[in-house]
Structure formats: structure tokens, C-alpha cells
């Protein structure tokens, strides 16, 4: 099975604008949650996906958003960026999003906030 | 928020070595999970402990869990180059990973 994919790999802004990041769950994974990584916060969680409904947030402001499609694709949206946004944005799939079961988890997407 | 802390932060040892690597969290937990980072193969997962576990063995990898202290230990025997890499710990909860601030280890030829 191919693994969780991410797109894009690599991303440039400047502040003030938005972006949307897209991750493909491995094939028959119906769970997908989205983490950010800095180095100063190291990983946060942001929120989960499971079957098109949003089961979870994180402690991130209403800038960040999300969704799920019925494929279980997922997109998250970051709008008015600020510098600090810079970060590893990773997502990871479940197969059915259960507490113990391996979290399974794309390359990530680097975005640079200007 | 982060779950706990990660010691040491940073670990250098000698290919071969054993290099140990401790994890600190805070709430009552259903099981706690290490993962591997690095820049070529990305976060990975290694071994998952369920709270009425004491140890458990994967390959080169031993864990270990105590729930009265709130902590665990990751051992890898043996050590390779390739095992350079930052190790997280990770409990899970509603739905989301919450992760400790992870250990870098280096592995020296």
C-alpha cells in the first residue's frame, strides 16, 4: 500500500495570506489528524478527522481550519498567516481512529512564513 | 500542550553502544507510544505500551512503563548509524497524539 501523502512538500507565503495543505490517508485509513512542528513548541496537535466529521481539536486559533472529503482526503487551511506558522505541518492516517492503533504518518509539508 | 518531558534532550554515544532515553508525563494515560524522526524516512512509529504493561520488546528496542512514577524508558541495544534520529514519546487521548519534546540521539562511528 502506498503510504500517507502530503502536498506540497514545500511551501513559501508571506504574511497575510492563506494556505491550504492536502494529505492523502493510506488507502482504507478513514481517520486523518494534522500536527505542527517547531522547534520551540515542538508537536501540537491541531485536529482529527474520522469519516468527514472533525471528532477533535487542538488549542490553536480559529485561523486554522479543516476538513475531510468523503475519500478521506483531507486539506487544512491556514488563513492571515503570521510568522510564526513557520513549521513542519504532518499529517497522520488510523485506519479507524481508535485510541492504540498505530498513527501512520506522511513526510510533512514545510511552510516558511515571510 | 505537551504531555511531558523527554531526558536527555540530547544523547551522543559510540556505534554499538546501548543508549537509553526516558519519558515524563503527566495524566493517567491508556498507553504510551515511542516514534523515530529522521530527515529521510520522517516520523515513524516503534513500539506502543498499554498502561498494564510493564515491558515490551521490539527487535533491538526495550520498553518500559511505570505508571506509578508516570514514566517509561526507551533502550536500544547495540546501536547503529542509522539509529540517529529524535525519539518521541506520545500518549494518545480523545482522538490525538500529545507528544513529549523528544530526545536527539547520535550515533558516532
Known amino acids: 500500500k502506498a503510504g500517507v501523502t502530503q502536498t506540497p512538500r514545500y511551501l513559501i507565503k508571506t504574511r497575510g495570506q492563506q494556505v491550504t495543505l492536502s494529505c492523502s490517508p493510506i488507502?482504507?485509513?478513514?481517520?486523518v489528524s494534522w500536527y505542527q512542528q517547531t522547534p520551540g513548541q515542538g508537536l501540537q496537535f491541531l485536529f482529527e478527522?474520522?469519516?468527514?466529521?472533525?471528532?477533535n481539536k487542538g488549542n490553536f486559533p480559529g485561523r486554522f481550519s479543516g476538513r475531510q472529503f468523503s475519500n478521506s482526503r483531507s486539506e487544512m487551511n491556514v488563513s492571515t498567516l503570521e510568522l510564526g506558522d513557520s513549521a513542519l505541518y504532518l499529517c497522520?492516517?488510523?485506519?479507524?481512529?481508535?485510541?492504540?492503533?498505530?498513527?501512520?504518518f506522511g513526510p510533512g509539508t514545510r511552510l516558511l512564513v515571510l | 500542550s505537551q504531555q511531558g518531558e523527554e531526558d536527555p534532550q540530547a544523547l551522543s554515544i559510540q556505534e554499538g553502544e546501548n543508549a537509553t532515553m526516558n519519558c515524563s508525563y503527566k495524566t493517567s494515560i491508556n498507553n504510551l507510544q515511542w516514534y523515530r524522526q529522521n530527515s529521510g524516512r520522517g516520523l515513524v512509529h516503534l513500539i506502543l505500551?498499554?498502561?498494564n504493561e510493564r515491558e515490551k520488546h521490539s527487535g533491538r528496542l526495550r520498553v518500559t512503563l511505570d505508571t506509578s512514577k508516570k514514566s517509561s524508558s526507551l533502550l536500544i541495544t547495540a546501536s547503529r548509524a542509522a539509529d540517529t534520529a529524535s525519539y518521541f514519546c506520545a500518549t494518545d487521548s480523545n482522538y490525538q497524539l500529545i507528544w513529549g519534546a523528544g530526545t536527539k540521539l547520535i550515533i558516532k562511528p
Open positions: 505500551i498499554r498502561s
Open positions: 497522520a492516517s488510523q485506519q479507524r481512529g481508535v485510541d492504540q492503533e498505530t498513527q501512520y
Open positions: 478527522y474520522f469519516s468527514e466529521t472533525q471528532r
Open positions: 488507502s482504507g485509513h478513514r481517520s
